[in-house]
């Protein structure tokens, strides 16, 4: 069973960056999808980013794309969600999840199945 473990939140200052890692164990998956999420209370989960290991490519929300930065380490087992110019408006529960593919932009939680704790991003303004 995979388990994944998020860290690298916590509190950063507008236009600020921070640097989100998300280490995986259990896994056995020779074609894999790493997405990352974030929720806000009262809110639906967005996906904000995708890695298919298929065809080692990345993908980012309109909200994110420019800013946000999906970078793995395959031996490791942990990919890496760099943020910069982070707003208020990114404040939120980061999580990272894994699945088998990516289908682009469209990054939906149903198509994940595995599943960190979350960790805590607040940007300040």
């Known amino acids: 069973q995979v388990q994944l473990v998020e860290s690298g939140g916590g509190l950063v200052q507008a236009g600020g960056s921070l640097r989100l890692s998300c280490a995986a164990s259990?896994?056995?998956?020779?074609?894999?999808?790493i997405g990352w999420f974030r929720q806000v209370p009262g809110k639906e989960r967005e996906g904000v980013s995708c890695?298919?290991?298929?065809?080692?490519?990345?993908y980012y929300s309109d909200s994110v794309k420019g800013r946000f930065t999906i970078s793995t380490d395959n031996a490791k087992h942990t990919w890496y969600l760099q943020m910069d110019s982070l707003q208020p408006e990114d404040t939120a529960v980061y999580y990272c999840?894994?699945?088998?593919?990516?289908?682009?932009?469209?990054?939906?939680?149903?198509?994940?199945?595995?599943w960190g704790q979350g960790t805590q991003v607040t940007v300040s303004s």
């Open positions: 999840a894994a699945g088998r593919f990516c289908f682009g932009r469209h990054i939906l939680p149903r198509d994940f199945e595995s």
């Open positions: 259990g896994f056995t998956l020779d074609y894999y999808a």
């Open positions: 890695f298919s290991s298929a065809d080692d490519r990345r």
